[in-house]
C-alpha cells in the first residue's frame, strides 16, 4: 500500500463548476500537507501548504486536512480552463522527506 | 528576481553516456532535492543535500550522482548504471525554518536516443 493515495483521474468539468481533489494517507506522522499545481511539461509550483486540522481559503482555493481521518481536501471553486492542469497533494512529518501522491489530472471545458 | 533554474530543458543520452542535469537558485536556501517524475506516478527522491558538501540518498540514488560544492548549486549526474533514465527531472529547494516547504525548478526532461 502506498503511503500516500491520490485518484489520478482524469476529471472532466464544465467551467464555473466545483473541483473537489482528495488525497488519504496512512503514516500519523504526516503534520505539514501541501498542494501543488503541475501544468503540462512544467514544475509544479505550491497552491497551498497547510499545518494541522481544519481548513484554510485563498481566493477560489480552500484546503482541507481531517488527521482524524487522515485525509486532505482541495476545493477549487468557480473553475476556470486556466485550472485545467494535474494536482499533486504532498505532505510531511517533522523531518525533511516530502511524500507525494500520484496527482490528478483536471480539466475544466469552457 | 528569485527562483530555481535548471538546464537544459530537454537532453538527449546516448547508450552508456553520463549526462549532467544543472540546478542553481538564488534564494538562499539551505537545503536542495532532486526527484525523478514517471508518468501516472508521483514524485520520486533520488538525493538530497541540507547543507554544503552534504548529501545524502534518497529512495532511488542507484545510477546517479550529485556533489554540492556551493549553496546556490546542486547538479544531477545520470550515470550509464541508470538503465532506465528516460523520465522529468525536478529540483527543488527549501529554507532550513522547519516550517517551511519546497519550490520547484522547471524540469529536465532526459529521453534516450
Known amino acids: 500500500q502506498k503511503e500516500v493515495e491520490q485518484d489520478p483521474g482524469p476529471l472532466s468539468v464544465p467551467e464555473g463548476a466545483i473541483v473537489s481533489l482528495n488525497c488519504t494517507y496512512s503514516?500519523?506522522?504526516?503534520?505539514?500537507f501541501m498542494w501543488y499545481r503541475q501544468y503540462s511539461r512544467k514544475g509544479p509550483e505550491l497552491l497551498m501548504y497547510?499545518?494541522?486540522?481544519g481548513n484554510k481559503e485563498d481566493g477560489r482555493f480552500t484546503a482541507q486536512v481531517d488527521k482524524s481521518s487522515k485525509y486532505i481536501s482541495l476545493f477549487i471553486r468557480d473553475s476556470q480552463p486556466s485550472d485545467s492542469a494535474t494536482y499533486l497533494c504532498a505532505m510531511r512529518a517533522a523531518d525533511y522527506k516530502l511524500s507525494f501522491g500520484a496527482g490528478t489530472t483536471v480539466t475544466v471545458r469552457a | 528576481d528569485g527562483g530555481i533554474t535548471q538546464s537544459p530543458k530537454y537532453l538527449f543520452r546516448k547508450e552508456g553516456q553520463n549526462v549532467t542535469l544543472s540546478c542553481e537558485q538564488n534564494?538562499?536556501?539551505?537545503?536542495m532535492y532532486w526527484y525523478r517524475q514517471d508518468p501516472g506516478q508521483g514524485l520520486r527522491l533520488i538525493y538530497y543535500?541540507?547543507?554544503?558538501?552534504?548529501?545524502q540518498k534518497g529512495d532511488i540514488a542507484e545510477g546517479y550522482s550529485v556533489s554540492r560544492e556551493k549553496k546556490e548549486s546542486f547538479p544531477l549526474t545520470v550515470t550509464s548504471a541508470q538503465k532506465n533514465p528516460t523520465a522529468f527531472y525536478l529540483c527543488a529547494s527549501k529554507s532550513g525554518s522547519a516550517k517551511e516547504t519546497q519550490y520547484f525548478g522547471p524540469g529536465t526532461r532526459l529521453l534516450v536516443l
Open positions: 543535500s541540507q547543507i554544503v558538501n552534504d548529501f
Open positions: 497547510t499545518y494541522s486540522s
Open positions: 534564494l538562499n536556501h539551505d537545503a
Open positions: 503514516n500519523s506522522a504526516f503534520q505539514y
